[in-house]
């Protein structure tokens, strides 16, 4: 059985564009997290969802920034009008709801440049 | 705010040596994990702890839960270039809320 599955691996975008980027939790998970990582960093909080809910978005910019978790299909995360900023690897995990464990398993990531 | 820290930032050894690097927090915790993560890639789930004093071994991995639970070490024996990586660690704050929090990582170098 595939982990989490993201796609693409890698996108390139120009400056005003708009990137889409998809995520498949694992089989039998309902809970999505996407998080943000600049080269040499941790990973920064973006939001948290469950199907058809958004649980937490306290990480997400106020702006160009958006993310759903449609009752069928994959998560996704948008991010219109790109800047040079947004250059960044991001990342999905997903999760069962385990109470204290809350064991979150990371897809390989989708690695966006803005040119 | 809350905060977590890892240390050190970087690290170079030798094949054979051994290691410890920390993560510390402001905050006391419910559960941490510990990440391991390769260039390109996404991080691996190496350990969840979650009682106070736990101790925790994976093959040349000792994990160690602090007492107070705001803080965890990763002890690694007879350190392999197959170990290089990053190592993140990763804390709920809050037994309701869903997002982890994680630290800049452990950038390590096993030279053979």
């Known amino acids: 059985n595939a982990g989490v599955m993201q796609n693409p691996r890698h996108l390139v975008r120009r400056r005003g564009q708009e990137a889409r980027l998809r995520c498949s939790p694992m089989?039998?998970?309902?809970?999505v997290y996407w998080y943000r990582q600049l080269p040499e960093e941790g990973l920064k909080f973006m939001v948290y969802?469950?199907?058809?809910?958004?649980?937490?978005e306290s990480g997400m910019p106020k702006e160009r920034f958006s993310a759903e978790f449609p009752k069928e299909g994959p998560s996704i995360l948008r991010i219109q009008q790109v800047v040079r900023g947004d250059s960044a690897a991001y990342f999905c995990?997903?999760?069962?709801?385990?109470?204290?464990?809350?064991?979150?398993?990371f897809g390989p990531g989708t690695r966006l440049t803005v040119l | 705010t809350q905060l977590l820290e890892q240390s050190p930032q970087f690290l170079s050894i030798q094949e054979g040596e051994n290691l410890t690097v920390y993560c510390n927090s402001s905050?006391?915790?419910?559960?941490l994990q510990w990440y391991r993560q390769e260039p390109g890639e996404g991080p691996v789930l190496l350990v969840t702890?979650?009682?106070?004093?736990e101790v925790k071994k994976l093959k040349r991995l000792t994990f160690q839960f602090g007492d107070a639970r705001k803080d965890s070490s990763l002890h690694i024996t007879a350190a392999q270039p197959g170990d290089t990586g990053l190592y993140l660690c990763?804390?709920?704050?809050?037994?309701?809320?869903?997002?982890?929090?994680f630290g800049d990582g452990t950038t390590l170098t096993v030279k053979p």
């Open positions: 702890v979650v009682t106070g004093g």
């Open positions: 089989k039998g998970h309902s809970h």
């Open positions: 969802l469950q199907k058809e809910n958004i649980i937490d």
């Open positions: 990763a804390v709920h704050f809050d037994t309701n809320a869903g997002k982890s929090t």
């Open positions: 905050s006391v915790f419910s559960s």
């Open positions: 995990a997903s999760s069962t709801y385990s109470g204290t464990l809350r064991e979150q398993f």
